[in-house]
């Protein structure tokens, strides 16, 4: 029996009509293979992986297959987007054990959860030194039939070597300058000068890198940092990897040019993306980072948000060809004889030169991802423009990706940042509108009375995963952004709540955080990662909140456990700087203060209002921004806070010290300036 039905993920739902038995993660699954005396199999998946949806149909599908899995395993079906803990814990095994990872996640337990075989993807026959998935549920089988001591040894010498990977931090210093500034010599040492990025293919945008160097030559002016990111945004944005004419990127590029995209997009990297090109703007005015910044946040807004105004997780890789077939970025990519269909000859050519679209195409079967090549020569603006908008026309009569409408909470939060960030700084309420009904929906739907979060939530219902570190982490930088966009104190006692919460349950004694909280469901170890991978690491993330709202507030043990949580970024910044990007952006802001700027007088005056936008687009490091009224209370960095003879004022402090109020936009300016050092 089939016991997906009654999923909230859409992932585990595309499951429930499968042939297999498959069970929800849970303790009932381990008690029936216990009973049964047999194996687990874990799947580990999510609704946009392409090569999921491969496995899926070639094996999961298949009635021999699923009579084979059903007469000798438990299988149990986790949504790793669900259960990152659940995917985070056996996928350290996984890459332990091989030496690579990946999606779908294939792992063999004892009935106690323990692992002791592993794997990824795994084909329906024998192929490029890969055993049929077949061939693996026999051994396995075989193995847990005929050698079953030697099954239980290999699980708990597995089980030893993970609970013995826990990091310790106790007492460690965050990082200093020179810290700072090897990370930043070993990012220069990867940076691919000539297509931008780091390292090769596949290759990943690298967000959290890019918003460290940022922050880096804001506070040093180091002309090489600005460079690897105006180069690395510039690349991507002219690339296949960026949706030329929908606006929006997708998860990554198999090649090192940008070229050839791995279709499905993300909620988290068009949020990360969206605010490092706000950033990239507010550090240069480049109109391309504008452009870039501004189509990515209407995007997700119209691409992704729900009917609760949440946003939602991804849309597939695949879709429909037209013919039937489910087909990787059919609804992307075009043949020049398709340009020609919409567009005549005439505007075709211009078309294929304008997006690079050639006879042997750049991607399968003849068909080429839309880019920005350099061609020489100037185009007629209006020409490309009604050329796009009809080859829009055209893709929204294609069959749509599909759409994985569950909300996580970490992403809506980074989502909620970016919006309010990018609404702020080009005059767009509607995306401000857009980033406060996400907040209002995660404050409604996914926190509870005692500031615990539900991970994920479906058509405005709470979902039974508990929160982890992330959505904590992220979720509160959301809140602090908004705060500081719109004015509204209750975003930072919000934000507060939650670095409480993480502060009680997240924290061990030695200032290190781990992924989930001290009364969580336990696994076979707590889980515990600072690095980034897809999204700042649950770790980082948490320091960066916690600093901003320490310089919000002045709580000194919210600044002090930032400063604790920082201490293993000082360890890994120059050994492996691409992981630890987040990290590095909150240790700018630690060196740098971060500044705290109080914007005081009536938002109905003109001259507050322009107070509060320089503060907003000062690049200082991690700067924090309040804005109240004379006497507000609204968080404590507005407090004692008189105007300025009578005028609106700003007050700028750093580390423990204001200078004197200034009423002129330009000065205020001129202070939040980075000074070198």
Wanted: aromatic letters at 8%; proline letters at 5%.
């Amino acid at each position: 029996m089939n016991r997906l039905a009654n999923s909230q993920s859409p992932y585990l739902l595309q499951h429930a009509s499968n042939p297999v038995d498959w069970w929800p993660w849970g303790q009932a699954a381990f008690d029936e293979a216990k009973r049964r005396n047999v194996p687990v199999l874990l799947s580990v998946g999510y609704s946009a992986c392409h090569w999921c949806h491969v496995m899926a149909h070639e094996s999961f599908e298949d009635e021999a297959t699923a009579a084979l899995l059903n007469q000798n395993f438990v299988s149990v079906k986790v949504d790793r987007e669900e259960r990152p803990d659940v995917d985070a814990v056996y996928m350290e095994a996984v890459q332990a054990a091989t030496g690579h990872g990946g999606w779908p996640m294939t792992v063999f337990l004892t009935p106690d959860a323990e692992p002791f075989y592993f794997g990824t993807y795994f084909p329906p026959a024998p192929r490029h030194g890969m055993p049929s998935f077949s061939q693996v549920l026999e051994g396995v089988k075989s193995a847990w039939a005929d050698r079953r001591e030697e099954v239980g040894e290999v699980a708990g010498k597995i089980v030893r070597d993970l609970a013995g990977r826990s990091l310790a931090v106790g007492g460690a210093q965050p990082p200093e300058r020179e810290d700072l500034l090897a990370a930043l010599m070993q990012l220069t040492r990867d940076f691919d000068a000539n297509r931008g990025g780091f390292g090769g293919a596949p290759k990943f945008p690298p967000s959290m890198v890019l918003e460290f160097l940022l922050r880096h030559h804001a506070r040093t002016d180091s002309e090489g940092a600005l460079q690897m990111v105006t180069a690395t945004c510039e690349a991507m944005a002219r690339g296949g990897i960026y949706d030329q004419l929908g606006g929006g990127f997708a998860r990554y590029s198999v090649d090192a040019e940008w070229v050839v995209p791995h279709f499905e997009k993300m909620l988290y990297d068009n949020a990360l993306l969206c605010r490092v090109y706000a950033h990239l703007w507010r550090a240069t005015g480049s109109g391309l980072a504008r452009r870039i910044a501004l189509e990515t946040a209407d995007f997700m807004v119209r691409e992704l948000r729900t009917e609760q105004l949440g946003f939602a997780s991804a849309l597939d890789a695949d879709s429909d060809d037209g013919s039937g077939r489910h087909v990787e970025g059919a609804y992307y990519v075009w043949t020049p004889e398709q340009l020609t269909a919409v567009l005549g000859e005439k505007d075709a050519q211009v078309a294929a030169d304008y997006f690079g679209v050639t006879e042997e195409g750049t991607f399968e079967e003849g068909a080429s991802v839309l880019q920005l090549p350099d061609i020489d020569g100037l185009l007629d603006a209006d020409r490309i423009a009604g050329i796009k908008e009809r080859l829009r026309a055209a893709r929204e009569e294609r069959p749509r990706p599909g759409r994985d409408d569950k909300v996580v909470a970490a992403w809506n939060g980074l989502a909620i940042a970016a919006l309010a960030e990018t609404g702020a700084y080009f005059d767009r309420p509607d995306l401000v509108q857009a980033a406060t009904d996400a907040a209002d929906l995660l404050v409604r739907v996914h926190m509870d009375g005692r500031a615990r979060l539900h991970r994920t939530s479906r058509d405005g219902i709470a979902g039974t995963n508990s929160g982890v570190l992330e959505d904590y982490a992220d979720v509160s930088e959301g809140f602090l952004a908004l705060a500081q966009v719109t004015g509204e104190g209750v975003w930072a006692d919000f934000a507060g709540l939650l670095l409480d919460t993480v502060l009680i349950h997240f924290r061990g004694a030695d200032g290190s955080l781990y992924d989930t909280a001290d009364d969580a469901e336990a696994l076979i170890r707590r889980p515990q990662d600072p690095t980034d991978n897809a999204t700042p690491s649950g770790w980082t993330a948490a320091a960066g909140a916690l600093l901003s709202y320490a310089a919000l507030t002045g709580s000194s043990p919210h600044r002090e456990a930032a400063e604790s949580a920082l201490g293993i970024v000082k360890a890994l910044s120059s050994r492996a700087p691409r992981f630890i990007g987040w990290g590095l952006a909150a240790a700018e802001a630690l060196l740098d203060g971060p500044r705290e700027v109080a914007v005081i007088g009536s938002y109905d005056d003109e001259a507050t209002r322009e107070l509060h936008r320089t503060a907003l687009l000062s690049t200082a490091p991690g700067a924090v921004v309040a804005v109240g009224e004379p006497g507000s209370e609204e968080v404590p960095l507005l407090m004692d806070r008189p105007l300025l003879d009578g005028r609106p004022a700003a007050y700028v402090c750093r580390n423990f010290t204001c200078e004197r109020p200034t009423a002129d936009p330009g000065e205020l300016a001129e202070r939040l300036k980075g000074q070198p050092l």
